[in-house]
């Protein structure tokens, strides 16, 4: 479970992770310390693919972005700002070794909160009247563009 709060400006596109909480099920955990790093690492990594790792090809199929100078990847500004990370008590998984559960890849897509934190922020231009056009990655350009179709669909919406 991931829950998400954010804050986006509208004029910029920018936004910033403020609090995420994460409840992660690890089973019977091998080592709480790696399994927690393995959990906030895999959400920051899908942070990046929610927001920021835009794939860029030109006319003849050719990839733009192909290292980390022309390619945006997670920072330390991508980590929130109160970050609070739990493993899930007292649920064993008796087919595994130790009774452990899949810890390093499942917590790239708790990151999708963080995403629909965005989206939802976007939805408050419109009283959460209307639906967001909103895509993968979240970049500040699609946040943006997000906002504007917002603020043109309000404008053509009947007693407005």
Known sequence: MCVSEVIVDTLTGFYKNLRTDILHDVGDSINQGIDVGQVEGGYI???????????????KGHLLNHS??????????????????????????????RKSKAVAEPPFMLACATWLAIKDAISAVADHELEPQFKLPATNEVILLSIEDLKKRIKIKPNR
Do not use: H, M
């Not at 990594?45 to 006319?59: H, L, P, S």
């Not at 330390?76 to 109160?82: H, K, L, Y």
């Open 45 to 59: 990594q899908g942070v990046g693919w929610c927001t920021t790792e835009e794939v860029k090809w030109n006319d």
């Open 68 to 97: 980390p100078d022309t390619y945006k990847i997670p920072s330390v500004q991508d980590i929130p700002s109160d970050f609070r990370t739990e493993l899930l008590q007292s649920a064993p998984n008796p087919n595994a070794i």
